[in-house]
Structure formats: C-alpha cells, structure tokens
T-cell receptor
Framework: QKEVEQNSGPLSVPEGAIASLNCTYSDRGSQSFFWYRQYSGKSPELIMSIYSNGDKEDGRFTAQLNKASQYVSLLIRDSQPSDSATYLCAVIYFSVGGTSYGKLTFGQGTILTVHP | DAMVIQNPRYQVTQFGKPVTLSCSQTLNHNVMYWYQQKSSQAPKLLFHYYDKDFNNEADTPDNFQSRRPNTSFCFLDIRSPGLGDAAMYLC???????????FGDGTRLSIL
C-alpha cells in the first residue's frame, strides 16, 4: 500500500510568519508531487506541483522536494488569515506493478490556522 | 474560463432512492475521475475514465456506477444510497495519467 503521511496539525502561525508544511511518502517510484489547498466545505485547489529535486517558487509559496529522503514540503511566506485551510499533499506513483500506478494518493491533510 | 463543473452543488435524496451526479469539463482532458470525500478525510478515488476506458477501484462498492457518454461529460450513479454514502463527491480531470488534476466544486450529498 502506497502511503503519504502528513502531520494533521492543526498548525497555528501568526500573520506574517512562515508556515512550513511537511509530507513524507513511502515509494521511491513516485514521480509527481502536488500540494492542494482545501477550504472548509470546498473542493481541493491545486497550488503547487513539483517533479524534480530542489525548490520551486510561485509567489509566496515554495515547494521543496528531496527524493533521497522521500520528503516534500510547502513553505508559505508572509502567511495571511486567508491562507487558513487544509493543505493536502498528493503523490502520483509510477512504480511498475501494483494497483497504484498513475493514481493520485493523498495524505490526510494538515490544518493550517493563521491568526491575526 | 475553462473549468470543471459539477451539478448540483447540493443534493438531498432519500435512503434507497437512486441519484445521479453530473460533471462536465471544458478543458478537453482525456481523464476524468470521481472521488468521495467524507468529513476530515482525504479524497478517496472511486473510479476514473481514460477516454472511454473505465477503471474501477477494487474497493468501490457495486452500488456506485459511472457513465461517460462523451469527452465532456461524466456521471456518477448511486443505485441505492445508504446513510454511509453521505459525503462530498468530487469530479476531477487531467490531460493524461500523471498530470495535475483539476477539481470541480463538488456535490454535497445528504441522505434522509
């Protein structure tokens, strides 16, 4: 069973701080990594995708991938109350065999609260 | 804007009464997915279509069926909804297997 693990939180940070969200995954055959943001009662919204080792920046968001450690993270700089949501880490596995090939596997999500 | 549209946003049905949820997309994506998401849980994949090729997850109950009459539309049929089927149902699309998935706004299903 392919797994994606996240700390469920809640993670509470003050406005303007850096929020750091972490995710580990179980299979080295993973190739694609995504972060989704989900507001309460809404559907997941794709905010970052990352495919190779290193950092990828998009505005206030930075995704970091370390395939050797099987670790992906999301940093949110200058956190705003509007960033308060559940952040879902998702991984697509491309390892040969098994039933998870090409499918998006989600972590349980980390609840982020940004307080004024 | 190109998007994934789900109808209705809210659906209430009676225990055991069949219900159909719909999804349409203007992205012209080959792959369409249906997920079930219960409160405080991650989305759970029910099935997906790659073009007309249907792929059912092993643990998806037989009570759940799907149809994709053309590229743009996909339907989720629940033949005899039980109380445990109350959830948010999410439709997503991607251009191909492994590419980012884009979600519709979801349909929240309640069972009376």
């Amino acid at each position: 069973q392919k797994e994606v693990e996240q700390n469920s939180g809640p993670l509470s940070v003050p406005e303007g701080a850096i929020a750091s969200l972490n995710c580990t995954y179980s299979d080295r055959g993973s190739q694609s990594f995504f972060w989704y943001r989900q507001y309460s009662g809404k559907s997941p919204e794709l905010i970052m995708s990352i495919y190779s080792n290193g950092d990828k920046e998009d505005g206030r968001f930075t995704a970091q991938l370390n395939k050797a450690s099987q670790y992906v993270s999301l940093l949110i700089r200058d956190s705003q109350p509007s960033d308060s949501a559940t952040y879902l880490c998702a991984v697509i596995y491309f390892s040969v065999g098994g039933t998870s090939y090409g499918k998006l596997t989600f972590g349980q999500g980390t609840i982020l609260t940004v307080h004024p | 804007d190109a998007m994934v549209i789900q109808n209705p946003r809210y659906q209430v049905t009676q225990f055991g009464k069949p219900v159909t949820l719909s999804c349409s997309q203007t992205l012209n994506h080959n792959v369409m997915y249906w997920y079930q998401q219960k409160s405080s849980q991650a989305p759970k994949l029910l099935f997906h279509y790659y073009d007309k090729d249907f792929n059912n997850e092993a643990d998806t109950p037989d009570n759940f069926q799907s149809r994709r009459p053309n590229t743009s539309f996909c339907f989720l049929d629940i033949r005899s909804p039980g109380l445990g089927d109350a959830a948010m149902y999410l439709c997503a699309t991607s251009s191909r297997t492994g590419s980012p998935q884009h979600f519709g706004d979801g349909t929240r299903l309640s069972i009376l």
